[in-house]
């Protein structure tokens, strides 16, 4: 009997079961920004993925035959000119040196300056006046850089593993890796949180919210049971088709379980109200409230970024999913719920001059958003996703503070005969022309001896064939300040000018700089298309459901409003435009609307917006502080990428449900409620 009454509930475990197993097997993460590049797809390796800034990338790369690079910050207090501090660097510097991963390692004990500096046991403190030294050792001693290159085609996460083994063995140096490898490293770290922690917490948390609201442990869980089942799904799938999860996609999980259980809690108030009417009665509003979410996120399929993509189809898949899961195996478990009445919260919200307030409010809003928006910085920095008290964000903020230094550029020089003397003289102007541009901390290329020297020197010191990879082509690099990392696309524009004055040689320029540049550049147009489809699929969506121009109209009033909002706050906590938050517009405008449909769909019973407003008002706060619960756990999250947009989100909410609830009825009185009267919806 219980197989019967249970049939669906029964099958969707099974399936979660099955897609649970393919998870483990199959499922990958990718926490490369390369993802975020046009041209990307999964299961494609980065060097097919055909985006120019990335070819020369790995043209220079497979010339040299380097792998991955990092840089290790090195600090003491006394200084790296002591004799017994600068053996313990010597002796980290050989060590990771004999690693069978590591390729080379470069600093000021090895590096060909113009006259030596380091005589086996002391460091020369004449090093300091050398322009050449200062991307090695700051101008007070205390701080020392090792730069990296692992061999290519290692194992990069066992590799990392006996690198910090050994750089543990050296706390008294204060070591610290930094790079986008180390970077890549600890968002892979964040992700699996994403996944496995922070949905389990927001679990408790909406199912406390909700439990204070219902009094209903029973229908609590089974909202938020649904929308996991959803997920679950979900990731099999995409395990299945070989698409990774990155850090755009990864919080699909999230999402669906703060999104979709709010669909659970309305069909419970439905059960309550309109006891086995209920999925005739509740089809259409949570049909609509989730087909306008999905909407929502499935702008994001008119951006090019392919991360952007994944994430909408995910969440709007999943939310389509839970709407199925709930008029079935919901359906099977919460038709016989009894309304507890004693203990909750039902409320009676009608208060005019509180609407009025909200919207004197909201024109002061709209009126500062437009002067806050020329305002926001618009970029993606993934080392500014990090903290200040956490090692990369300490890292980042020793190498721009005491090297004046953020990323290299990397300019490979070919020549088609052999280099020679007069070639060296060539490049040595060339080194000091690169050394004057605006935006350059440093450049390194050892021009203590003629270029055919170290041609013949790099066949035995792997420290000189980082400079020189045969008898035709060498390469330079030009480190960025912390402003020239910001302004990579005029950098570039400045070195190309540079380089046109040396026609006789050909040169690649390469950057990880340049392509997140690249990326960025491509951040406002994908806001702008996001949210304008959004927009309009939302509000053609709403006038198809009700018929009524005027009504539609006011329904996405307070969704318009919401996403304004959402870049008054942005200027106002000085939030960035990037690839994080320029999805918080179209997805609060997916969310917000769900409000004004389930207050428009019960005026077609009351005829009346204020009796309306006391029938909504439970779930449609219960749902608002559910979601505002669920983002909160994001807020303490050790990304500032997952930080920001959880907050915005939180806030976005927030306006979007005080809104519907004070200032929406008084706009439907004055201007619809006759009109809605006369009309049959």
């Known amino acids: 009997m219980w197989l019967k009454k249970y049939k669906f509930t029964i099958l969707f475990l099974i399936v979660c079961a099955i897609f649970t197993v393919i998870i483990y097997f199959k499922a990958r993460i990718n926490a490369s920004y390369f993802v975020f590049l046009p041209g990307y797809r999964s299961g494609v390796s980065i060097e097919q993925i055909d985006n120019e800034e990335l070819k020369s990338f790995f043209k220079i790369i497979q010339k040299f035959n380097d792998g991955s690079q990092f840089v290790v910050v090195l600090h003491h207090p006394d200084g790296f000119f002591s004799p017994q501090v600068l053996s313990r660097a010597v002796e980290l510097q050989e060590r990771l040196s004999n690693l069978s991963y590591m390729k080379n390692v470069?600093?000021?004990?090895n590096y060909s300056f113009r006259k030596p500096?380091?005589?086996?046991?002391?460091?020369?403190?004449?090093?300091?006046?050398?322009?050449?030294?200062?991307?090695?050792?700051?101008?007070?001693?205390?701080?020392?850089?090792?730069?990296?290159?692992?061999?290519v085609n290692c194992d990069e996460d066992k590799a990392l593993q006996e690198i910090d083994k050994i750089l543990s063995d050296f706390r008294d140096l204060k070591a610290m890796p930094f790079g986008q490898l180390i970077i890549n490293k600890h968002l892979f770290g964040e992700i699996m949180r994403q996944v496995f922690v922070y949905p389990a917490i927001i679990f408790l948390v909406i199912l406390f919210i909700f439990y204070?609201?219902?009094?209903?442990?029973?229908?609590?869980?089974?909202?938020?049971?649904?929308?996991?089942?959803?997920?679950?799904?979900v990731y099999g799938v995409v395990s299945l088709l070989g698409v990774e999860l990155n850090t755009m996609s990864v919080m699909c999980v999230s999402f669906l379980i703060i999104i979709g259980s709010a669909y659970g809690l309305h069909f419970y108030n439905g059960v309550v109200r309109f006891k086995d009417r209920v999925r005739k009665e509740m089809l259409t509003p949570i049909f609509f409230s989730m087909f306008t979410t999905s909407v929502g996120f499935l702008s994001f399929l008119f951006v090019e970024i392919t991360?952007?993509?994944h994430l909408g189809l995910m969440v709007s898949s999943g939310l389509a999913l839970v709407f199925v899961i709930l008029f079935s195996s919901g359906y099977e478990l919460l038709r016989s719920e009894k309304p507890i009445k004693r203990g909750t919260l039902l409320l009676r919200l009608k208060s005019e001059s509180l609407g009025r307030i909200m919207l004197v409010f909201s024109i002061v809003l709209v009126t500062m958003t437009f002067l806050f928006i020329p305002r926001i910085e618009v970029g993606m920095d993934q080392a500014a996703y990090f903290s200040k008290s956490s090692a990369i964000g300490q890292a980042l903020a020793i190498l721009t503070e005491k090297f004046s230094y953020r990323e290299p550029v990397y300019v490979m020089v070919e020549k088609q005969s052999i280099f020679t003397m007069k070639d060296s003289q060539q490049i040595a102007k060339?080194?000091?022309?690169?050394?004057?541009?605006?935006?350059?901390s440093?450049?390194?290329?050892?021009?203590?001896?003629?270029?055919?020297?170290l041609v013949l020197m790099s066949r035995l010191q792997p420290a000189i064939h980082h400079f020189v990879a045969d008898g035709r082509t060498i390469r330079i690099a030009v480190n960025l300040t912390e402003e020239g990392y910001r302004k990579a696309g005029e950098m570039k524009d400045r070195l190309r000018e540079v380089l046109e004055e040396y026609p006789e040689y050909t040169f690649t320029v390469a950057s990880a700089a340049?392509?997140?540049?690249?990326?960025?550049?491509?951040?406002?147009?994908s806001q702008v298309q996001s949210l304008t489809m959004s927009l309009l699929f939302i509000f053609g969506s709403v006038l198809f459901a009700f018929r009524n121009v005027l009504l539609s109209l006011l329904i996405v009033v307070p969704v318009v409003l919401t996403a304004l909002s959402n870049f008054f706050f942005m200027g106002l906590l000085g939030l960035k435009l990037d690839v994080a938050t320029s999805i918080v517009a179209s997805?609060?405008?997916?969310?917000v609307v769900d409000y004004s449909i389930h207050l428009a769909h019960d005026m077609r019973r009351t005829k009346d917006v204020f009796l309306s407003i006391e029938n909504i008002s439970m779930p449609v706060l219960a749902n608002g502080l559910g979601l505002i619960g669920g983002f909160l756990v994001l807020v303490f999250s050790r990304l500032a990428l997952f930080r920001d947009v959880s907050l915005l989100l939180i806030l976005g909410i927030g306006f979007g449900v005080a809104f519907t609830l004070f200032s929406q009825p008084i706009l439907i009185k004055s201007f619809a409620e006759v009109r809605v009267k006369e009309e049959k919806m």
Do not use: H, W
Not at 442 to 453: D, E, G, L, R, T
């Open 106 to 109: 470069l600093s000021v004990i």
């Open 117 to 151: 500096y380091f005589d086996g046991s002391t460091l020369d403190a004449a090093i300091l006046e050398d322009p050449e030294a200062s991307s090695f050792i700051s101008k007070d001693g205390k701080y020392l850089l090792l730069y990296c290159t692992l061999s």
């Open 212 to 233: 204070l609201q219902t009094r209903s442990l029973k229908a609590s869980f089974v909202s938020l049971l649904i929308p996991v089942f959803a997920n679950v799904i």
């Open 307 to 309: 991360a952007f993509r």
């Open 430 to 440: 060339l080194v000091e022309d690169l050394r004057r541009i605006d935006g350059v």
């Open 442 to 453: 440093s450049v390194q290329f050892p021009m203590a001896y003629p270029i055919p020297s």
């Open 514 to 525: 340049f392509v997140v540049d690249q990326i960025n550049s491509r951040i406002v147009a």
């Open 587 to 591: 997805i609060l405008v997916g969310l």
